[in-house]
């Protein structure tokens, strides 16, 4: 069979090659349908089309008054962007926040202290917080460090500041993660914090997060509302890519 | 600071190394620990350690009377086992299954259009299917695909193969798929179809699937039983990938 790309289809793919490019850039202007339709040769209706598309993507923002521009948030973040809520919705252009509930050293349980790598009993620090976006709660988030990552923490000052930028000043830089997410219901902590009922949907992730070295410096578990965020990859055909579905408990 | 990497968790980068470049085959037994032992020049506790670590992630399985073998479904899958739920079921070991529950010709609305990209009121294909892992319901899909693409899936038996080996053979084949994840409650037809009380969190993968040319051919809106499927996916600050998390309505 053929399958002709229609000529929006083909427009799109070269806006979207530009933006992913940095061509346009992200938050600047897009041109105008104007400019576009006569750099383009075509007429205004796959113009209007392909940014549509993008549009509907959350590629491009804005319209309706406002002049459309390219969203900051395209697919592509980088790794520190994707690892730190802070830094995340800062680039959104929205103000993160963060409130903690929990702050402690205890020794690791054997299930934690394999899963830190280290030995069962050993010092290790948590942190339960909830974090906002705007005002609004958005994700309640409980991280394990090894002590001596996270007695960097003890003592800072959380409820202004990422801890990733505090251990980063303490020479402690997370350079690859593992992510596992899926769904769950929310529990008492969650439902109070996050204002839902308990058993509401929440997307879970759980984090692993590796050092320079290779030793794991963080494990986490982040209970997102749905209604405020979602998870976006991409892959294909040309380009291995460390995604996988997995069965639970196949292993 | 000093954060050395102890001899477990050197070990377990490198056998960690060795089953993703496939030096250590899926599905193969991995060597005994007597012969890693040997190799290696430690003790049999970091190299316990170690396989206990993989074991935790998945990436080792059996043991307990049954010799322990590299995992088919590694964190890296290829784009096919990850697109069609018959191949990685497959690939698992299980026997995939699927339902049929509605499979319609109708016209696009304009929000069904708008992401297919084509014209409202174009025909388009709808298919509903329950998938199953063994004999359990795992995940309702809801796959829409352009006329001139679904009129492939309109007279074949789905309930004994797979809608993109069905495609394969007329040349339409993805190459690229976006990928939104968060998490929603069961509806009714849900809640009837996974045997799950209306309101029970479900994991949702929405799905823009691109053939060759960069048009769409489907869309889909899978629901996942979280108990049965969950996804896991790696970064690092390395390689640049399409990852993202995203604020819901913020584009």
């Known amino acids: ?11 799109y793919e070269e806006m979207l090659r530009r933006i992913r490019s940095g061509e ?4 600047e202007k897009v041109p105008s349908e104007k400019s576009l339709i006569a750099e383009f ?18 590629m491009i ?14 697919p592509h973040q980088s790794f520190d962007t994707f690892m730190s809520f802070t830094e995340w919705a800062r680039e959104l252009g929205m103000t993160p926040g963060q409130k903690v509930i929990e702050r402690v050293k205890l020794p690791a349980t054997e299930e934690i202290a394999r899963e830190l790598q280290i030995a069962p009993d050993d010092p290790i620090v948590e942190i339960i917080r909830v ?4 005002d609004k709660p958005a994700m309640l988030e409980r991280s394990l460090f090894p002590y001596e990552v996270g007695r960097h923490l003890l003592r800072v000052d959380l409820d202004n500041g990422s801890i990733y930028q505090t251990l980063a000043r303490a020479e402690v830089v997370p350079v690859r993660a593992k992510h596992i997410i899926d769904a769950i219901p ?3 902590l969650e439902a109070e914090q996050l204002h839902v009922d308990q058993g509401a949907p929440l997307l879970r992730v759980r984090r692993i997060a590796y050092g320079s070295t290779g030793a794991v410096i963080e494990t986490a578990d982040d209970r997102y509302l749905p209604a405020m965020t979602s998870f976006v990859v991409e892959n294909s055909a040309d380009h291995s890519m460390p995604l996988a579905r997995q069965a639970v408990g196949a292993a």
Do not use: D, F, K, N
Not at 1 to 11: E, G, K, R
Not at 24 to 27: I, M, N, P, R, S
Not at 48 to 54: D, M
């Open 1 to 11: 069979m053929t399958l002709h790309s229609p000529l929006h289809a083909q427009l």
């Open 24 to 27: 346009w850039c992200a938050g």
């Open 41 to 58: 040769g075509t007429s205004r209706g796959p113009v209007r089309q392909a940014l549509a598309t993008l549009r509907a993507e959350g």
């Open 186 to 188: 929310a529990h008492p």
């Open 61 to 74: 923002v804005g319209g309706r008054g406002a002049p459309p521009r390219v969203h900051r948030t395209a």
């Open 131 to 134: 974090r906002l976006l705007g």
